[in-house]
């Protein structure tokens, strides 16, 4: 009988999540179209930033915001959609870290910008 372990039991925990479609831009490994043709508007706007910088641990599993802008102690979490497991997260994320800047920047925002075209 197989026996899927969860929280911190996973051997996935902590690990950034195998979904999704990446590949890499500036020898990092990101995990959507979107996350790197934000990475590619923040450099052609002198924008520095940090891919996935931290991870936040919570009692069943963790969350890591795709960027950081240090300039504006801003954090980015680019999404197509919305999973149910990564809500929850998020969700978490701006209960327990309230005091963090968090922006979700969804495909209406990034045409806004200019991002996707």
Not at 15 to 43: C, N, Q, T, V
Not at 67 to 74: C, D, G, V
């Amino acid at each position: 009988m197989f026996c899927a372990h969860k929280g911190r039991l996973s051997s996935n925990f902590g690990k950034p999540a195998h979904h999704g479609k990446g590949a890499y831009y500036k020898r990092i490994f990101m995990r959507s179209s979107y996350e790197i043709k934000f990475a590619f508007f923040l450099d052609c706007n002198n924008i520095k930033y940090k891919y996935e910088p931290e991870r936040f641990y919570f009692k069943d599993c963790t969350y890591c915001p795709d960027f950081y802008i240090p300039e504006w102690n801003l954090y980015i979490e680019i999404k197509g959609w919305w999973r149910f497991q990564d809500k929850k997260r998020f969700n978490l994320f701006k209960k327990c870290y309230s005091t963090k800047n968090i922006k979700v920047l969804m495909k209406p925002e990034l045409e806004e910008l200019g991002v996707l075209t």
